[in-house]
């Protein structure tokens, strides 16, 4: 397998209020944001289009369980399928089963600390 993660995928976090949070980091740090947040757009090292969301969610989202934790890192990866595979081999606890939309596929681990972790095989094109 060659390389695992390629790159930080998003950054998910839970607020009271994702609208004024939005609106917030908006009007103060000039962040375009839309109904999911905010998109950054970045050239890999071989000038490849790639995107990085930051995203709050409501503080009652089921979507970090089975993590207690405020917050969700999502990682790009290259090949999501072998990743999954090898993770399972090494003992790694996958929640859920894979799945996949028009964007790219997506899977969810949990670390040692009990945080769950994002892993995505993006399809940038997708948005573009």
Known sequence: MKKRVTGIGGLFFKTKNPETTKQWYKQ???LPVDEY???FWWKDENGKKC???WSPFKEDTNYFSPSEKEFMINFRVENLVA???AL???GV???GEMQEFDYGKFAWIIDPEG???ELW???DSAFL
């Open 37 to 39: 947040g905010c998109t």
């Open 115 to 117: 945080n769950k972790i």
């Open 121 to 123: 095989e993006p399809i």
């Open 88 to 90: 399972k081999t090494e």
């Open 83 to 85: 990743l999954l595979k």
């Open 51 to 53: 995107s990085t969301q």
């Open 93 to 95: 606890t996958i929640v």
């Open 28 to 30: 103060h740090l000039g």
